[in-house]
């Protein structure tokens, strides 16, 4: 028992005459006892602060036998000397006086409530019957009053909680608002004037529903719906932690996410393929991609790093954000005690880190269209000068004597500090170091003997490098190699997960520590959701199935919460990453499992699903304030109205670019590395310089930036991009004058300011139609007369400044267009810039 309020009793005075639960004994029991039961095949992870618990003990029998202290195994365990029978196993012993009191209090009774103070928890049939871990309801939609208020069944569920407040839904938005609405939901860009002409010119009674089919086909809809699961997966393009080392390969599974999503891939195949993708019989090159999900996280990549350790926390990130993403739980709060609140054991929890105790990383060569042909072409030269470099040069002979050292140091530290640091800088830089280092060659992959003689070339071990000739040699071979490689057009890579050749067992660890292994435990799920029945198959792609499956009642919830999430700005459930008992109850629970469930009958689609909910009368709402609404209701729960959502940080950046016409609208491939302050880069490790890209790929849209944990790029975090280091299932929306300066100073921001004045100057001639022009390009509609006469005064003082100071205009307006003069060039500019800085602009309405 871990001792974390043993108070010290004065059992002397009379205050204390009687033993009294909650205050004598309950701040004894109230921590987890780890070591009860002392064997390792027994149960070892019992409760003393939950009176069901531990009167009815483990495996063994009861440790609280009431009246009978002589015969408890508490008693016996606190007050025995012998190390490893002793409670608690670590840390000071209880002292004689809390010995007493519990003797005392087991010997009149062990009276005990039902509920305590400190366990602060419902009885355990009580929490099962939280209604997250109820089956998804078949629910009909109840009858409305207001039946022309009425598009689809979602209407009914929200009116009638309106009808309740006596509130009055708002009317439709008007049509230009739905038009941008539709095309910032779904493709997260502007629509140009043509494609707005377009939908306002449209009278069919189903126009609109015509433009969401349309958004759902686009290729940018992939890119927009990408967001919000990147988040999910923590992706970044480097690995975290002090070093930061980066990831050149990451944005390969991002790939992969903007087809499937593009391909409207069923969630559920969506689900399996990323948890389990290469345990799938006969599985493709693009469900293994699919497992760089669970690659995603943070990597420490530090020299000393403990390998047991680090691994045991790279396991648990995954557990922790497979159950955040697809269950809505809070699953980590168990690694070292049972879940203080939801039912879910400490043991579960490491039930279901065995279920990826036994995924191992394997980077592979992933080809995208196009480049398996030239690849194909170059290798046979390629291969056959690699081996003649290699054997030229004696590698295969000293890279052997290499590893045989290294292997001696891996399994001898101490025994040479030099060669000890050679293995611990391989360990810390290669995943599955020991693996590969002691592997033969026919069980690595072309890729991986490549990796490891590349890294011997390069860093050859003390010895050697005492050997100045050989050194010599090596580098030079080094040089040759590298050059080589750059001679063959190699395909894309991708981070990927496989299963582990021999299974290794899982331990509970005590208190969650890794060093501390409790009794062994089969790969399992929480009892609380359906069973989950062992088959023929991998575990992890039982588990796989299991969350994806019909019958489990979060991952439907869990996903439809947060498509709506990303439709009205909060989730019917507003605590998206956390379902359990210590959630917010949905808003709507009907509605919640009318949602689900109809997306299990389309068939897992999540464009079927947000179509439903972009088509029905509550999404077309306008989102104007409306006095009543924010007196009763000022979180607009029951939906009287849309949200107003500023646009997320990537989304900011990509309407800049459209409107003014620099986007490059290439989908898909490597990051790109836009402009930023100088000094951001010297914030890492490496404090590698940040080369922004010169052509077109900066111009690419916000999604595909280059993210660096140590330094990422600023006007992201700015606007409330996560950090990346855990999933985020939810972004805040924060409002500061730093958001301001980013705007109207950032060089992206800027240029689009610059490259939007030139567009509008050469597209239209007269002064009035370029006001409209600019005014449709960026707010999709033409200005009212007093924005107009704004516009225009705007415009004329600006020209009056720049020509009392003309050497303003070059800074303001840098570039230079034929035949326009530069005061002029630089006035629109300003008004560009002003128009890119309204809120109207900047705002999902």
Not at 101 to 127: F, H, K, M, Q, Y
Not at 425 to 447: I, Q, V
Not at 649 to 666: F, I, T
Request: hydrophobic letters at 40%; aromatic letters at 8%; charged letters at 25%.
């Amino acid at each position: 028992m871990n001792r974390f309020v043993l108070t010290a009793l004065l059992l002397s005075s009379p205050a204390y005459a009687a033993v009294d639960f909650a205050r004598d004994v309950e701040p004894i029991l109230h921590q987890r006892c780890y070591a009860c039961h002392g064997d390792s095949q027994q149960q070892n992870g019992l409760r003393l602060d939950d009176r069901e618990a531990a009167l009815k003990g483990g495996y063994s029998g009861s440790v609280i036998e009431p009246g009978v202290s002589s015969s408890s195994k508490l008693i016996a365990r606190i007050s025995s000397k012998k190390e490893g029978f002793r409670m608690p196993p670590a840390g000071q012993s209880l002292s004689s006086d809390e010995i007493a009191t519990l003797i005392e209090w087991i010997d009149s009774g062990a009276d005990w409530p039902v509920t305590t103070s400190r366990s602060n928890r419902l009885p355990d049939a009580e929490r099962r019957k939280h209604w997250a871990f109820q089956p998804v309801k078949g629910v009909t939609a109840p009858n409305a009053e207001n039946e022309a208020a009425v598009r689809n069944p979602l209407d009914r569920f929200v009116l009638a909680k309106l009808e309740q407040q006596n509130l009055a839904p708002s009317p439709e938005a008007d049509r230009v608002t739905l038009l941008r609405r539709a095309y910032s939901d779904l493709t997260g860009l502007p629509p140009t004037p043509e494609q707005a002409e377009h939908f306002l010119s449209d009278q069919r009674p189903d126009a609109y529903e015509r433009l969401v089919d349309e958004l759902l086909r686009s290729p940018y809809y992939g890119e927009r719906w990408a967001l919000p699961w990147l988040d999910a997966a923590r992706y970044a393009d480097s690995a975290g932690y002090e070093r930061d080392p980066l990831r050149p390969y990451a944005w390969r599974w991002r790939q992969w996410v903007i087809e499937a999503l593009n391909n409207d891939k069923p969630f559920d195949e969506f689900t399996i393929e990323q948890i389990a993708g290469d345990l799938l019989p006969g599985a493709t090159a693009e469900q293994r991609v699919a497992t760089g999900f669970l690659r995603n996280g943070i990597k420490n990549r530090e020299a000393g790093t403990k390998v047991d350790e680090k691994r045991f926390e790279e396991v648990l990130d995954r557990i922790n954000t497979v159950g955040t993403v697809w269950l809505g739980l809070t699953v980590g709060c168990a690694q070292c005690h049972d879940h203080k609140f939801d039912p879910l054991s400490q043991q579960e929890f490491y039930q279901l880190f065995a279920l990826f105790n036994n995924a191992v990383e394997r980077d592979v060569i992933a080809p995208l269209p196009g480049q398996v042909g030239p690849y194909l072409r170059d290798l046979p030269a390629y291969r056959e000068k690699r081996q003649k470099i290699i054997e030229e040069y004696g590698i295969p002979e000293l890279q052997q004597t290499w590893r045989e050292q290294m292997i001696l140091a891996m399994d001898q530290p101490g025994l040479r500090t030099d060669w000890d640091h050679s293995a611990t800088e391989w360990r810390a830089a290669n995943d599955r170091a020991d693996w590969l280092m002691r592997s033969d060659a026919a069980s690595l992959t072309e890729l991986e003997r490549e990796k490891i003689t590349d890294w011997f070339v390069g860093r050859n071990g003390p010895d050697l490098a005492k050997d100045e000739a050989t050194a010599a040699k090596l580098k030079e071979a080094s040089s040759k190699l590298a050059e080589l490689r750059t001679t063959l057009q190699e395909p894309s890579r991708a981070y990927t997960m496989i299963e582990r050749a021999e299974p290794v067992a899982t331990h509970i660890a005590l208190r969650g520590d890794w060093r501390a292994p409790g009794i062994e435990v089969a790969p399992g799920t929480p009892s609380v959701l359906p069973q989950f029945e062992a088959n023929n198959e991998p575990a992890r792609l039982q588990f796989a199935r299991w969350i994806a499956s019909a019958e489990n009642p979060l991952t439907a919830r869990v996903a439809v919460n947060r498509i709506w999430q990303e439709l009205f700005g909060a989730g019917l459930v507003r605590t998206p990453d956390d379902f359990g008992l210590q959630s917010e109850p949905p808003s709507h629970p009907e509605l919640l499992d009318w949602l689900a469930s109809e997306f299990v009958k389309r068939g897992w689609s999540q464009k079927q699903l947000i179509r439903l909910i972009m088509t029905s009368a509550t999404y077309r709402q306008a989102s104007n304030h409306r006095s009543d609404v924010a007196k009763s209701d000022p979180e607009n729960k029951l939906l009287a109205r849309q949200n107003r959502l500023r646009l997320p940080a990537e989304l900011l950046r990509d309407n800049a670019l459209a409107v003014s016409g620099l986007l490059n609208p290439r989908i898909g491939g490597e990051s790109i590395r836009p402009p930023q302050p100088a000094g951001i880069a010297d914030l890492s490790y490496s404090k590698k310089a940040w080369e922004a890209d010169s052509g077109p790929e900066r111009y690419r849209r916000g999604l595909y930036i280059f993210f660096r944990r140590t330094s990422p790029y600023p006007m992201l975090m700015n606007f409330d991009a996560p950090t990346t280091l855990v999933t985020a299932v939810r972004r805040t929306r924060s409002n500061t004058p730093l958001q301001a300066l980013n705007l109207l100073n950032d060089p992206v921001f800027s240029e689009a300011a610059q490259a939007l004045a030139i567009r509008t100057l050469s597209e239209a001639e007269a002064p009035e139609a370029r006001l409209d022009l600019m005014f449709r390009l960026c707010l999709s509609r033409v200005p009212e007369a007093t924005e107009k006469d704004r516009l225009e005064t705007y415009l004329a003082t600006q020209r009056r400044i720049l020509t009392n100071e003309p050497e303003a205009a070059p800074k303001l307006a840098p570039y230079e267009i034929e035949g326009v003069d530069a005061i002029e060039l630089a006035a629109w500019t300003g008004l560009a810039r002003g128009l890119m800085n309204l809120d109207e602009f900047l705002t999902r309405e």
